[in-house]
């Protein structure tokens, strides 16, 4: 029934897992200060991605506002992870960019 | 540090526990289904607003576009439940009401 | 780098999707009444599922614990759904058993 | 209605609220090496506070489990933010044993 929103959950829950493990990565490496605003964003990011999901999935009335500010902070994350070299940080900003696209077509489409 | 913030995450979290409230409790009345739009909106703006408290707390950067669509939400979840003669409809309304002017205040001054 | 627990992580967030999708449809059938507690544990249900893999993801010191009571929300989901027929219950029914069997599988493999 | 779990609701969104600020003031310190662990059990000790607290503000069936894992994830954090001499870290820990024997109590008299 909510079919037309299956490809943005589906890109939202891999950003949050994503995300989440990019937070713990960056947490064991040796330069963690300079991991510190990556680390804000993947669980500010990981938390916005997952409830957009739940939202989605549900119909909500919100969705379209929600996506939006979900879009918003996967672009910020996916930029900023993508400024470090790990590789947990390039899956991460991958994930991101990928999710930003989806909600962005979310929203011009709903 | 996140003092400014303050008021309004505590207006978010008893938003929260209101609506989870309310939608169990209409999940039990007899005119289940009259109250079916009211349940969804609960548990939406139960969530939104339990993610926002959550950045405002860490102070992330997304916070006034959050606090924006939890605005949004707890407006229309206070007129649908505002709708309700139920006890706990107009508990409800009343903490919805109180948390959307906590995050519009809170986005003025951000 | 938390690869063990990845199999668990998918068939949590199919289950939190399902969980979700099944509550909102669940709303709109003609008997939503007979449906109440199947929507109560349907939204524990997804909001534990969406926990337990953020927990997953990050590596987290309790997800044993957290896997189990996922394994036990989702045993009392899947069985409440499995007594309906409409087609959103049969599906978050069987979402619900594969999410309890992963989860009761990673707990014996942590 | 779920009066009995008031004081517990509180106790785990005033916990949750510590929790996000201590995270985010560990990644702010000098030695956010020093406080890796801290940070991690922070934000899943805020996570799990958050869902504890809408589980139980719906009544719902598995209050007692997640209360006992609740419980778990508190004393964990509370100890190691114990360790640590900011002021951040030694309001976490109070707010987190002070959730933990409201989880406790609450399992003891559900």
Same mark, same amino acid.
């Given at each position: ?15 949050? #897992?994503?995300?989440? +493990?990019?937070?713990?990565?960056? %947490?064991?490496?040796?330069? *963690? ?5 990556? @680390? &804000? %964003?993947?669980?500010? /990011? &990981?938390? @916005?991605?997952? %409830?957009?999901? &739940? =939202?989605?999935? +549900?119909?909500? $009335?919100? *969705?379209? #506002? %929600?996506?939006? =500010?979900?879009?918003? @902070?996967? $672009?910020? /994350?996916? $930029? $900023? ?13 991958? &994930? /991101? ?5 989806? /909600? +962005?077509?979310? *929203? #011009?489409?709903?």
């Amino acid at each position: 029934m909510e079919s037309k929103y299956d490809a943005c959950i589906e890109a939202c829950y891999a950003c949050a #897992a994503e995300c989440n +493990r990019c937070a713990t990565a960056c %947490l064991r490496e040796d330069d *963690v200060k300079m991991m510190a605003r990556c @680390i &804000a %964003l993947d669980i500010d /990011c &990981a938390e @916005i991605c997952a %409830l957009a999901a &739940a =939202v989605m999935a +549900r119909g909500g $009335e919100q *969705v379209s #506002a %929600l996506c939006r =500010v979900c879009a918003e @902070i996967c $672009e910020a /994350c996916g $930029e $900023e992870c993508g400024r470090h070299q790990h590789d947990h940080c390039q899956r991460c900003a991958e &994930a /991101c960019r990928r999710c930003a696209r989806a /909600c +962005r077509d979310m *929203v #011009a489409g709903a």
